[in-house]
């Protein structure tokens, strides 16, 4: 596909991505818009024009405040207008290309959360990562807790303190059980962390007492989105037990602005690991279910230029979306479009892929080393914690931006 679209080489936002978002400007309310290279496209102006006169939807939500409207159209809607917009973008006589406004540069919109999260559950799927953790804090020779590859470890996290990128985060305070102490302290976090994580947003809802099967989840899945589960590591090892996170992880989660669905990424699905012993029936899958994206983690202390200080990849997950999905509704628990599935921390096979300052500093014990800012073991005031990720293949890219927030000091 050739576009007549000025698109930057590297970009994120090809033909090939058309990922939707909520934006605004000086001059306009909130919208639906989907970017394309620099630029992000009007797509009420585009329905002003007439590129939509072939299809049949309810044109006001393309006026909402959220995507949530806008997805519960329907794949076979929001589909046909992302190709009528790729459509649109190739035809040299397109009624885009003489509408005025239609295309707005990336710098002059501000971005919205692209979907209001009614709910929020964040799995512990990647294998390297629970191995790590199980390493440093309990028996090395048993690593993973007995029910880890039986089952999609997941909890219900806080939709309401999901932010867009770009919105701070500001440091945690809470109840810390210093070293040689036998009673906690209360205390500003001194352990904040990130963790390297990918979300898919529901875009189907179902009725209380469903299930969804292995087959039929990506039916339920609108798109991906880029994510930051931050941790508080100090507050979290103290309260973790028995019931798991709660203070330590619901100061905050920054979410990019930009969906890219799932038809965009289905060129770069591929086979996942191996899994033993044998999954359930109903955690069995067939076909391709993992995706190959590269991401990166980045750390900008103030003033300074950023550093790289993890490469990772996706396509590690040891349980794949349609299984967490699956083993989720499996109960007959309910989902609603919007809904928020982040996959729990990504690490990669080596220390330059892990997900979180905790297994690059291993719990402290090594220090990240920085190109400007001096070195990190966790991440410190005034520090941006900025993630990318982009898939790549036969010359066709898709990328997702990047979800990028400072931490504050505590209030």
């Not at 934006?23 to 797509?43: K, P, Q, W």
């Amino acid at each position: 596909m050739n576009t007549w679209v000025q698109i930057p080489q590297n970009s994120d936002f090809t033909i090939h991505n058309i990922p939707f978002g909520i934006f605004s400007t000086n001059n306009t309310n909130m919208r639906v818009g989907i970017a394309i290279g620099d630029e992000v496209l009007d797509l009420v102006l585009a329905e002003k024009a007439g590129a939509f006169k072939n299809i049949s939807f309810d044109i006001n939500v393309l006026e909402s405040k959220t995507l949530n409207d806008f997805i519960s159209l329907g794949k076979e809607i929001t589909s046909k207008i992302r190709e009528t917009i790729q459509q649109e973008l190739c035809n040299e006589n397109s009624v885009l290309k003489n509408t005025d406004n239609v295309l707005i540069l990336q710098n002059k919109v501000t971005m919205h959360l692209p979907v209001s999260v009614g709910d929020y559950t964040d799995f512990y799927s990647s294998i390297e990562h629970a191995t790590n953790v199980g390493i440093m804090f309990r028996d090395p020779a048993n690593a993973l807790l007995p029910n880890w590859k039986h089952l999609p470890v997941g909890y219900h996290g806080r939709a309401s303190s999901i932010i867009v990128s770009g919105e701070p985060v500001y440091r945690p305070k809470g109840q810390v059980l210093p070293p040689n102490h036998t009673t906690p302290i209360f205390q500003a976090s001194a352990r904040v962390d990130f963790e390297l994580e990918m979300g898919f947003v529901i875009g189907k809802e179902t009725k209380l007492g469903e299930t969804i099967n292995t087959e039929k989840a990506e039916e339920y899945i609108f798109g991906k989105v880029l994510f930051n589960d931050w941790s508080a590591r100090d507050i979290q090892k103290w309260e973790y037990i028995p019931l798991g996170p709660f203070l330590a992880k619901n100061f905050g989660s920054s979410m990019s602005p930009w969906i890219v669905t799932m038809e965009a990424l289905a060129p770069f699905k591929l086979q996942g690991p191996d899994q033993e012993p044998e999954v359930l029936p109903y955690l069995k899958c067939d076909g391709l279910k993992n995706y190959d994206i590269n991401l990166e983690v980045l750390i900008q202390p103030e003033n300074c230029e950023e550093t790289v200080v993890s490469k990772s990849n996706f396509k590690y997950m040891y349980w794949n979306m349609s299984q967490q999905l699956a083993h989720h509704t499996i109960n007959g628990c309910n989902v609603k479009v919007g809904d928020l599935m982040a996959s729990g921390t990504i690490s990669g096979k080596d220390d330059t892929s892990y997900g979180s300052m905790l297994e690059l500093s291993w719990a402290g014990k090594h220090t990240v080393k920085l190109n400007e800012g001096g070195e990190r073991k966790f991440i410190q005031d005034n520090d941006t914690v900025i993630m990318r990720g982009y898939c790549e293949k036969d010359g066709i890219r898709v990328g997702f931006g990047e979800v990028s927030s400072k931490l504050l000091p505590a209030l």
